[in-house]
């Protein structure tokens, strides 16, 4: 058939940990920034709702795991809470043992594969104390945590993920105040984001040393960069903008070395990168089996201004506007349904056709409660449209030889966004704030169709 995916692709959708779990302060759990984050500053959270508020899948995931099978689901990805495995950073958790064990287990009985990530942005508190992500022994810390996650869990996990958009909590707290430590500085910005990097080829080493059966790979927000026009200058905007978002995590994780405009980049902003000699080597050795996408928006640019001294960034792009773009008015993303065959296109021409998987996808929309129509049921055909639209040019993008295997929505139920909270509803299935219950949205059924007959359903 036409419109049919390649067998065995992979159906499902995409969660965190710290969004979905809740039990926030239980069962030996300790704190991560974020639960520090509120406690201290709760004004900077949307509605003033806290890590602690979120849906509750500890107490509820044998019924979530039923609706996910429900939805056609054979896959499914969420992460491990550092903080509530090894609270201490040394000692195991045996009640998050049980607990993770369970989660797992049932998954697997339900036909779901579990697709298991060690940090989605939850750094434990009292190493954030310590220094987080520029404090190079942050690696060892992490290696160990990727270490016990392997040896307790590797015989029900066989595709472990080690970060989720590791650029984010840099971006966001070391060139921006919407993560924590929240400063503005590229220089503590860049050795953070190499440490993170190198926690990353530390628990591929780990992976492989162990003989971990399966496979173990990352998860990259990829936003492919568009330059305003054919202008040299915003041409070479774009660049950069590659450059930095994009290919700062790619080419290491995939090629196992930096891209040289990143090492000029570091030259002509005096940057002093702290490294040891053996760094580079490992890299090198350990690239990752899978890559995962998520995809949400492009990233338009145009000529940057040499001359800024406001903001380094600047003086490599600009963002542009683009006048014409489709806009997510609540998030305020643009949606720019051919970035994904763009990428896609990229991966196999630049990156050696690896494995990969759309690890996310999805619209985050205000007011559903708007849509709900009489017998309770969202109607989210923008969200139908917005999957099937993005899924064509995937198609595309797999029909002219692109590795992909498998695409996650983000996300499963509703659920609770740094410092967003419930504001963009994202879920396939609605969360009652008030009773925690769970309702499917039109999109659900529509997912169910669409996964279980591995096509795009005709018509909806
Ligand atoms: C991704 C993250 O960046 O986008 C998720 O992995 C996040 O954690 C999702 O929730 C949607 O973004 P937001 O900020 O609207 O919740």
């Known amino acids: 058939m036409m419109n049919e995916f390649p067998k065995g692709f992979l159906w499902g959708a995409a969660s965190s940990g710290p969004q979905l779990e809740g039990a926030a302060d239980i069962d030996g759990k300790v704190k991560t920034v974020w ?21 509750n899948f500890y107490f509820r995931y044998k019924e979530d795991i039923q609706t996910m099978k ?25 009640k998050a043992v049980t607990f993770y064990r369970d989660v797992f287990t049932r998954l697997k009985e339900n036909g779901v594969k579990p697709i298991i990530n060690l940090f989605h942005f939850d750094m434990p508190y009292h190493f954030h104390e310590k220094g987080g992500w520029e404090n190079r022994d942050i690696i060892h810390e992490f290696a160990f945590y990727a270490k016990t996650a392997f040896d307790y869990f590797g015989d029900l996990v066989e595709e472990w993920v080690t970060f989720n958009e590791p650029i984010v909590p840099i971006e966001m707290g070391f060139l921006n105040d919407k993560h924590l430590p929240a400063v503005v ?7 953070a984001g190499f440490h993170t990097m190198l926690a990353h080829v530390y628990a591929v080493k780990v992976f492989k040393e162990n003989q971990n059966k399966g496979k173990i790979g990352i998860i990259l927000n990829l936003t492919p960069s568009y330059p305003r026009s054919e202008n040299p200058a915003d041409q070479e905007a774009a660049k950069w903008a590659d450059v930095l978002f994009n290919r700062s995590f790619l080419d290491p994780a995939v090629h196992g070395t930096y891209p040289s405009e990143l090492k000029q980049f570091i030259e002509n902003e005096q940057i002093e990168l702290h490294y040891e000699d053996e760094d580079f080597a490992l890299m090198k050795q350990y690239t990752v089996d899978f890559l995962g996408v998520n995809y949400y928006q492009p990233r338009r640019v145009q000529a940057g201004d040499k001359a800024s001294n406001q903001d380094v960034l600047q003086k490599y792009f600009i963002p542009y506007q683009w006048p014409e773009a489709k806009m997510n008015p609540h998030r305020g993303w643009e949606i720019y349904e051919k970035g994904l065959y763009d990428i ?32 309770g049921e ?34 499963f139920i509703d659920n609770w966004s740094w410092l967003n909270e419930y504001k963009n509803r994202y879920g396939l299935v609605r969360l009652d704030l008030e009773t925690m219950e769970r309702h499917k949205k039109k999109s659900a059924s529509w997912f169910y169709e669409l996964a279980k007959g591995n096509t795009l359903p005709e018509k909806w």
């Open 344 to 375: 896609a296109i990229n991966i196999r021409n630049n990156y050696s056709n690896i494995p990969w998987y759309v690890a996310e996808n999805g619209i985050g929309v205000e007011g559903e409660e708007q849509f709900i129509d009489s017998l």
């Open 185 to 191: 500085d590229i220089k503590r910005a860049f050795q």
């Open 378 to 411: 969202v109607q989210d055909d923008y969200r139908i449209e917005f999957m099937t639209d993005h899924l064509r040019w995937l198609q595309k993008g797999i029909a002219e030889g692109s590795n992909c295997y498998g695409y996650h929505v983000w996300t």
């Open 70 to 94: 429900e939805l056609g689901f054979n896959s499914y990805r969420t992460s491990i809470s550092w903080a509530r495995l090894l609270p201490d950073g040394k000692h195991v958790n045996e």
């Open 35 to 55: 639960d520090h984050w509120f406690e201290t500053e709760p004004d900077k959270f949307y509605q003033q709702i806290g890590p602690r508020d979120v849906s």
